[in-house]
């Protein structure tokens, strides 16, 4: 007896029956690849955080005494041109660099942060509602300059001496540790140990044990500047150099912990 014959439904219909089971088996496959795919992509990830856990968090603080200094300064001229106002200003510039360099300070420490130069402008009353263009009258040219002082034993002179030379604006000292590295590390390792001990008690609490670590954060906050302020170019003439007291300098790293639990 041929295949046709034990097979009546498929001997009727065989043809739509053959493409449907390969439509089928090729669907079957197409999945079968897809999630092979995703297999291979899972290989090497972290496996997904896992529910029980718990975070603690710690903070630390290390101090330091300043071993470097910052200083800015602006110079503002005003003149009638822009050409005028500009020679101006450099010559109170070249008088605070000459200054600068006798005091120690190197060529690398001393950086312009801004140079800008902004007209005066006259305006006229408007009249039957005709509005006369505004006439410039001069220019101000203002150049903004920091200063790193490494010696801080000199930061007073610095300061009295930028004073004399006509600088229009001072404001500083603001003190750092030129390489925090080293505090920040006694900061961190304090908080750590905080949050470690903060994590036993509570797991102790709360009858469950640490696994292990699933999760760290740090952040170490900056610390604000020190001002000291000074005002306008002729009041620095002659003036003493001021006592600045350095104190020191507090470093703070907070840190959060999520521990998994059992």
Same mark, same amino acid.
């Given at each position: 007896?041929?295949? #046709?014959?034990?097979?009546? =439904?498929?001997?009727?219909?065989?043809? &739509? !029956?053959?493409?449907?089971?390969?439509?089928?088996?090729?669907?079957?496959?197409? =999945?079968?690849?897809?999630?092979? !795919?995703?297999v291979? @992509?899972?290989? *090497?990830? +972290?496996?997904?955080? +896992?529910?029980?856990?718990?975070?603690?968090?710690?903070?630390?603080?290390? /101090?330091?005494? +300043?071993?470097?200094? $910052?200083i800015?300064?602006?110079?503002?001229?005003?003149?009638? $041109? !822009?050409?005028?106002?500009?020679?101006?200003?450099?010559? %109170?510039?070249?008088?605070?660099? $000459?200054?600068?360099?006798?005091?120690?300070?190197?060529?690398?420490?001393?950086?312009?942060?801004?140079?800008?130069? #902004? +007209?005066?402008?006259e305006?006229? /009353?408007?009249?039957?509602?005709?509005c006369?263009?505004?006439?410039?009258?001069?220019?101000?040219?203002?150049?903004?300059?920091?200063? @790193?002082?490494?010696?801080?034993?000199?930061?007073?002179?610095?300061?009295? *001496?930028?004073?004399?030379?006509?600088?229009?604006?001072?404001?500083?000292?603001? =003190?750092? %540790?030129d390489?925090? /590295?080293? !505090?920040?590390?006694?900061?961190?390792?304090?908080?750590?140990?905080?949050?470690?001990?903060?994590?036993?008690?509570?797991?102790?609490?709360? *009858?469950?044990?640490?696994?292990?670590?699933?999760?760290?954060?740090?952040?170490?906050?900056?610390?604000?500047?020190? &001002?000291?302020?000074?005002?306008?170019?002729?009041?620095?003439?002659?003036?003493?150099?001021?006592?600045?007291? /350095?104190?020191? #300098?507090e470093?703070? %790293? #907070?840190?959060?912990?999520?521990?998994?639990?059992?």
């Amino acid at each position: 007896m041929s295949d #046709n014959a034990q097979h009546p =439904f498929l001997n009727g219909h065989g043809r &739509p !029956v053959r493409f449907a089971l390969i439509a089928v088996l090729g669907m079957l496959a197409i =999945f079968l690849l897809a999630e092979t !795919v995703d297999v291979v @992509k899972g290989i *090497g990830e +972290p496996p997904p955080s +896992p529910s029980d856990t718990i975070v603690v968090s710690g903070q630390g603080k290390a /101090t330091a005494i +300043p071993d470097i200094a $910052t200083i800015t300064y602006t110079i503002t001229k005003t003149a009638d $041109t !822009v050409a005028d106002a500009q020679a101006e200003a450099t010559h %109170v510039e070249d008088a605070a660099l $000459t200054f600068l360099k006798k005091q120690g300070v190197a060529e690398a420490d001393v950086r312009t942060t801004s140079y800008e130069i #902004n +007209p005066h402008y006259e305006y006229h /009353t408007c009249f039957e509602g005709v509005c006369p263009a505004p006439k410039i009258t001069g220019y101000d040219v203002s150049q903004a300059v920091s200063v @790193k002082v490494r010696d801080i034993k000199t930061v007073g002179d610095v300061i009295g *001496g930028l004073g004399e030379v006509g600088v229009t604006n001072l404001s500083g000292p603001s =003190f750092a %540790v030129d390489d925090p /590295t080293s !505090v920040e590390a006694q900061a961190r390792a304090e908080a750590i140990t905080k949050a470690k001990a903060q994590a036993k008690e509570l797991a102790g609490q709360l *009858g469950v044990r640490l696994v292990r670590i699933v999760y760290f954060n740090e952040q170490t906050p900056s610390s604000p500047p020190i &001002p000291y302020g000074m005002g306008g170019g002729e009041s620095f003439v002659k003036a003493a150099a001021p006592s600045v007291p /350095t104190g020191q #300098n507090e470093y703070t %790293v #907070n840190v959060s912990i999520t521990y998994e639990i059992r």
